[in-house]
């Protein structure tokens, strides 16, 4: 899309010829809560009244300067990949919806949501961590509609407070900018 198009052609422009759009994964996550208005798409649009440059700006100039900042701190690394179950931190938002699948396709799983997380894990030769990964299936947003503030919601909140866990008191080291990453997707 028209987000990741600009992103490569600035990463470019700063740093060469490193990341295309072969080799560059951009992900964000679902929220009710960060400003609309960046996607080329007609339909995304309509909610936000149309395309607004300022925050398309504000989000490639914010992906290019997150991607250069990893880019300029490259090190080697060992990373591990795990997968556990996480059990009682979600629930299915439609269990009458879930509970009209055919029996057979029910008994074919445990819970009416899934409860498998899958961790990846980084950490730098030594084996001090540098940062994970995690995928769990729980809905994105909390925050409700009277909310009328930016917001990471559930997601950000959690890649927060988990940074500063391993980075230290936001005294110290100011959110987003320790030398551990945390993303939950």
Not at 72 to 80: D, P, R
Not at 81 to 86: L, Q
Request: net charge negative; hydrophobic share 35%.
């Amino acid at each position: 899309d028209l987000v990741n198009m600009r992103v490569v052609e600035k990463l470019a422009d700063k740093l060469g010829p490193y990341y295309t759009i072969d080799n560059l994964c951009i992900s964000g996550t679902h929220t009710h809560s960060t400003p609309a208005g960046f996607l080329q798409y007609v339909l995304f649009q309509v909610t936000s009244w149309g395309f607004v440059q300022e925050s398309f700006d504000a989000l490639v100039d914010g992906i290019v300067e997150a991607v250069a900042a990893a880019h300029n701190n490259l090190k080697e690394g060992k990373m591990t990949a795990n997968v556990g179950e996480v059990d009682d931190a979600n629930i299915n938002r439609s269990p009458t919806a879930y509970d009209r699948n055919p029996d057979e396709e029910k008994a074919q799983y445990k819970y009416n949501t899934d409860h498998d997380m899958t961790l990846l894990k980084i950490t730098d030769m030594d084996g001090a961590g540098m940062g994970q990964f995690n995928w769990f299936a729980v809905h994105g947003t909390s925050m409700n509609n009277t909310n009328r503030l930016l917001s990471g919601d559930n997601r950000g909140y959690a890649s927060y407070l988990f940074e500063k866990t391993m980075n230290g008191p936001t005294e110290t080291v100011a959110p987003g900018h320790g030398d551990f990453v945390a993303a939950f997707a």
